[in-house]
Structure formats: C-alpha cells, structure tokens
Nanobody
Framework: QVQLVESGGGLVQPGGSLRLSCAASSTIFYVMGWYRQAPGKQRELVASITNIGTTDYADSVKGRFTISRDNAKNTVYLEMNSLKPEDTAVYYC????????WGQGTQVTVSS
C-alpha cells in the first residue's frame, strides 16, 4: 500500500530534457518502473530498475531515458533526454510488474 507521488513533468520542446521524480511513502518495490499513458493509448512500461540497479528500457526510449533509484530515500528518478513529441504522456511510477496503487502521475508534454 505504498503511496507514490510523481513530479517533475512539464512542457518541453523537442530535443529537450526533463527529470521526473517519484517519492514513495515507504520502502519501494524490488523492481520499480516508470510507465506512461498517452491519449488514446494503453499504459506502457518504458523503464525499470531492480534494487541493485539493473535496468531495462523499452526500445522507444532506449538511449534517451535513464532510470535510477535511491532506496534509502524511497525515490525513483527518470532522466529524459532528446525528448520527442511521441513522448507526450502522463508518466507514472510503480512496481514492475508487481504494482500497488497508482499515483496521480505527472504530465509530460513535448511540443514546439
């Protein structure tokens, strides 16, 4: 029943960068992920990280996004570079694949 609060989204131009943060109320999951949901699309997992730092990325973001975690701070981050309009979505953090309640997400809009 971990509470998750995402932040850091906003409006950015194509090619720009954003850093998202996910603050959890207690110890985070063994595997944490960042998900996104674009208008008219299903929610998709774009990045995940294990408790020891092993990462995995969707092909669509590989080489552009970096996920990290600070277990002591119960926090997960997503550094997003070279952003594209198709990255526009509401971004959520949660366990991957074992999930708790969804937070409110944070809106990322990539547009000129």
């Amino acid at each position: 029943q971990v509470q998750l609060v995402e932040s850091g989204g906003g409006l950015v131009q194509p090619g720009g960068s954003l850093r998202l943060s996910c603050a959890a109320s207690s110890t985070i999951f063994y595997v944490m992920g960042w998900y996104r949901q674009a208008p008219g699309k299903q929610r998709e997992l774009v990045a995940s990280i294990t408790n020891i730092g092993t990462t995995d990325y969707a092909d669509s973001v590989k080489g552009r996004f970096t996920i990290s975690r600070d277990n002591a701070k119960n926090t997960v981050y997503l550094e997003m570079n070279s952003l594209k309009p198709e990255d526009t979505a509401v971004y959520y953090c949660n366990g991957a694949p074992d999930r708790g309640y969804w937070g409110q997400g944070t809106q990322v809009t990539v547009s000129s």
